[in-house]
């Protein structure tokens, strides 16, 4: 079954710090995966995409890694800021079906940044 | 988000009632999505469409009709609205199919829908 896994659920840290979050999928054929941002009440805006080849990609203060051979990826946030607050979901495109390879949402984790 | 606009932005609803909901673009982009989103699960795709008057089936379409008469609009319909279609309703767009790498893949801001 085609699925994306992230962690943690939820996570709370102070302005400036780092912090990392995981993402993990099972989707085969692999075509691409990206990092999404979606603040309350907002659709979600992306960050980041990453090819089978590509192993990190940077956003500013955002950094992604992809290491397909284990299907694990990561979001890295440096000298967090308040307005890193939001939900960040991880997206993996692929599954091939019919021709299409579809979009697999995980659940997001939810980081609150405070002062 | 700029180039696309869903109405309404929140609506409350009985059980029973026909709701339609509407995104609109200004990009004349070909492909359209509409998504909902649920507490503890990723987006899940519900119809999408790739052209005027072409639409398919997403995941969870039971209960859900749509429409594409214009390639600026894509109207998503309850027939018959239910409690477990409580949820926040997202459109998204993109110029090219969504088998090849697309950062032009933008989601409007939301319908918040609620049936009582």
């Known amino acids: 079954k085609n699925q994306v896994e992230q962690s943690p659920q939820s996570l709370i840290i102070l302005e400036g710090k780092n912090c990392t979050l995981q993402c993990n999928y099972t989707v085969s054929p692999f075509s691409n995966l990206r990092w999404y941002k979606q603040d309350t009440g907002r659709g979600p805006v992306s960050l980041t995409i990453?090819?089978?080849?590509?192993n990190t990609k940077s956003n500013g203060r955002y950094t992604a890694t992809l290491d397909a051979d284990t299907k694990q990826s990561s979001l890295h946030i440096t000298a967090s800021q308040l307005s890193d607050s939001a939900s960040y979901i991880c997206v993996v495109s692929g599954g091939l079906s019919g021709g299409y390879n579809k979009l697999i949402f995980g659940a997001g984790t939810r980081l609150a940044v405070h002062p | 988000d700029a180039g696309i606009t869903q109405s309404p932005r929140h609506k409350v609803t009985e059980t029973g009632t026909p709701v339609t909901l509407r995104c609109h673009q200004t990009e004349n982009h070909r492909y359209m999505y509409w998504y909902r989103q649920d507490p503890g699960h990723g987006l899940r795709l519900i119809h999408y469409?790739?052209?005027?008057?072409?639409?398919d089936k997403g995941e969870v379409s039971d209960g859900y009709s749509v429409s594409r008469s214009k390639t600026e609009d894509f109207l998503l319909t309850l027939e018959s609205a239910t409690s477990s279609q409580t949820s926040v309703y997202f459109c998204?767009?993109?110029?090219?199919?969504?088998?090849?790498?697309?950062?032009?893949?933008?989601f409007g801001s939301g319908t918040r829908l609620t049936v009582v």
């Open positions: 998204a767009i993109s110029s090219i199919a969504r088998e090849r790498n697309s950062y032009g893949y933008t």
């Open positions: 469409s790739y052209g005027v008057k072409d639409t």
């Open positions: 990453m090819t089978f080849s590509e």
